[in-house]
């Protein structure tokens, strides 16, 4: 098994469809985390507007995360909603709408340096899955490390502290790259 995080600015750029459907066709058994997109954004405009803290930013961007995973499931609906760790060991194509209270039991901090890159990294340590890739928007130079990559932002502040002891496979690839793939 293998878990495919993909970026919410995805959307945007009109790439995340199209991933889906490359993942599907592929026919390899993958667990997708979807980034939270707008819904994440919005959440951290409000948060600066209306000064909530940061447990209620975090979730609230789990919801923002949430609504992706489901948008995604509608529209591609080879793929199945699980919530828990529990949920998705039975799924051959599932997208994962993540649990706050397993988020809570894992102790999980409630920060914006954790967003769903990080919480992908989690998800396939808890899944021993054989790899995780993480497929951005940008272009991802792919002769950097991981540590270079969170230095330029295209990771998350606390990703590779999250693979740091991974026995899976790390892919961070642009769009463009893994629909060739």
Request: net charge negative; glycine share 4%; with cysteine.
């Amino acid at each position: 098994m293998r878990v495919v995080k993909l970026g919410g600015s995805l959307l945007e750029n009109g790439r995340l469809f199209e991933c889906l459907k490359h993942i599907v066709k592929a026919g390899e058994s993958t667990i997708v985390v979807c980034g939270g997109g707008d819904f994440a954004n919005h959440v951290r405009q409000a948060q600066k507007k209306w000064q909530f803290d940061d447990t209620v930013a975090h979730k609230m961007a789990i919801l923002a995360m949430q609504q992706m995973a489901t948008m995604c499931q509608n529209l591609q609906p080879e793929f199945v909603i699980a919530s828990s760790v529990s949920e998705i060991k039975n799924n051959r194509f599932g997208i994962w709408s993540p649990n706050i209270a397993e988020l809570n039991a894992a102790e999980i901090p409630a920060t914006w340096a954790i967003t769903s890159d990080s919480l992908a990294a989690w998800l396939a340590t808890q899944l021993n899955a054989a790899e995780l890739v993480v497929v951005k928007s940008c272009d991802v130079d792919s002769t950097l490390t991981v540590v270079e990559l969170r230095e330029q932002e295209v990771v998350d502040a606390t990703f590779d502290a999250f693979i740091e002891e991974a026995e899976f496979k790390v892919i961070v690839i642009s769009a463009g790259d893994f629909l060739t793939s």
